[in-house]
T-cell receptor
């Protein structure tokens, strides 16, 4: 029972490079989310997708784009990475306004 | 807008009780509570729904005051395994949950 799977687990980028963080869930949830976690800031919502085919901005969307490829997959793209995007990124899914299930996180460092 | 959690950090001895508070400036449909161990993903503990329904953990309880837009998490007879960072997540509609900055709890023997 995989739950929410994120890849990669670790990544180091140079400033200006691009990359895509992948997320897949096998729980048939409609809603999926991308959060970033920084020390002392908690979990801040970057983008979310209420259902397949829809995406919306969260609290801190600047510098990111997302794609809800199908019901299972929700990817996060950094087009031109900046040091301020160094963070731990969590993907989560939820059946609605109920509890969220989180992936194990991607630790991203931008140098 | 991010809900406000208090206190920011708590140190307890095993067996002591703690209360963690979460306050929102917006009307709430539900409040979620999660615990995160260092280096791990947040794990769901409890959800409190508008109207009083509560679902979650058998050893941890919580309250939800809809009028005051506040929730409190009660940890009784704390155990070493309770150590971690506790987050409240508030759902105000629109399919998104916004989290507080977290409360760090350390339980020592």
């Amino acid at each position: 029972n995989a739950g929410v799977t994120q890849t990669p687990k670790f990544q180091v980028l140079k400033t200006g490079q691009s990359m895509t963080l992948q997320c897949a869930q096998d729980m048939n949830h409609n809603s999926m989310y991308w959060y970033r976690q920084d020390p002392g800031m908690g979990l801040r919502l970057i983008y979310y997708s209420a259902s397949e085919g829809t995406t919306d901005k969260g609290e801190v969307p600047n510098g990111y784009n997302v794609s809800r490829l199908n019901k299972r997959e929700f990817s996060l793209r950094l087009e031109s990475a900046a040091p301020s995007q160094t963070s731990v990124y969590f993907c989560a899914s939820s059946p609605g306004q109920l509890e969220a299930f989180f992936g194990q996180g991607t630790r991203l460092t931008v140098v | 807008q991010q809900p406000v959690q208090s206190p920011q950090a708590v140190i307890l001895r095993e067996g002591e009780d703690a209360v963690i508070n979460c306050s929102s400036s917006k009307a709430l449909y539900s409040v979620h509570w999660y615990r995160q161990k260092h280096g791990e993903a947040p794990v769901f503990l409890m959800i409190l729904l508008k109207g009083g329904e509560q679902k979650g953990h058998e050893k941890i309880s919580a309250s939800f005051n809809e009028k005051k837009q506040q929730s409190s998490l009660y940890l009784t007879a704390s155990q070493l395994s309770y150590s971690g960072t506790y987050f409240c997540g508030t759902y105000t509609g629109g399919f998104k949950t916004i989290f507080g900055a977290g409360t760090r709890l350390f339980v020592k023997a």
